[in-house]
């Protein structure tokens, strides 16, 4: 008894310091009567937790408006804000060609990006590694920001990854991303890093900052070159055991599918049938270099014949995966993810016209407005979802000054 005793009052502190972290997350400059009234604190608990997270370079106090020119009868209010600077989180699309990496402030804004290609797909884990450590080096100078100064990391693969962060290796494909990423950049820069499916990361990217804001039952699928999909049901990121939940594998045995090629792949391979033809299309002048996914489009809002023919096809390949999706999770909403997002949106009437012939359970559709990024962005979520956890057992490299104007005066980057 004597030990809950004397524990309380440091777990109360705790509690207290979570509070006001959570309330000056979702706030822009705050007054300590802000935090009272948002937390139920005390006037003195709550100055002396605002001035510990100051202390710890968490939260930092703004100079008030006197010091600006302006005139305040009595005392004037003590007000803090949110460092968003106080470290940094890495978001990172992991691919079979190329590593893509962003580094976020601790509001989530997206500070620098940098990408960097592999040789080929099956190289070695070291090759790999290196790519990617190289890749999340070049965001990081692109912004002045340190290895030190990175709070968390959390990477997007193509390959299923169970609730501990254990890749699904009973496929040739998913193996080539089982490689030991967390240990190694744990022991060359010190990095936390988090390992989830990219598939997985569109629905938290999109649920967070697209489409699909505020929806608790969706379906994001990433539809480019192979179909893949995440799944929020009730507000909770859906795993399955081994990390498989989402997988769209049984598209092989769906009539009129057959497999799981996604809408920039079979653009680009009908429309290069249909160029092999006689057929007169504008698609030829488009696709002087080779057909893709973006000429089809072009072609078809022009009104060409041959390109509105493959669009076609699209819509009712992907009425098709989206009825089976439907029927097996009933989501409220579908989102089609992914680089090809943006051109897919001439495909929602289609789809949608489609749907009842394949499920009693259709959703609402719409396409993520955060395209290629759709990964990088739920990434850094999941990478902020881990620090917010995590503040009050995690160490600042430098802590923030005591005094800055507020944000209105100072220069951004």
Known sequence: MSEISAATPQLLRRVSAGAVLDYLRASEAVTVTDVMEATGLTRATAISVCEDLMERGWIRELENQRAFGGYQKGRPARRFELNERAGYVLGMDVGIRKATVVVSDLRGKALGRASQP???????????????????????????????????VCAGIAAPVDRNGDVLVTQHFWGLFDVGLKAALRDRRGWTVLLENDANLAALGDRWRG??????????ILASERFGSGVIDGGRLVHGRGGGAGELAFLDMVEGVGNTFGIAFLAREWATDA??????TSLRKHA?????AAHVFAAAAEGDAVALKI???????????????????????VVIGGAVAKSAGVLLDPIAERLKQYTATPPRLAVSPLGDSIVTVGAVRCALDYVEKNTLDLKLMARASPHLPPASATATS
């Open 311 to 333: 669009l076609e096809r699209l819509a009712d390949r992907m009425a098709r995966v989206i009825g089976a999706v439907a029927t097996i999770i009933n989501p409220e909403l």
């Open 118 to 152: 592999f040789a080929e797909a099956e190289i070695s884990a070291e090759e790999r590694i290196s790519v990617i450590d190289r890749a999340a080096m070049l965001a990081l100078h692109s912004v002045g920001a340190s290895p030190e100064s990175v709070l968390a």
């Open 211 to 220: 489409a699909a804001a505020g929806v608790d039952d969706v379906v994001v």
């Open 288 to 292: 002087a270099d080779g057909a893709e």
């Open 275 to 280: 160029l092999a033809g006689n057929a007169e």
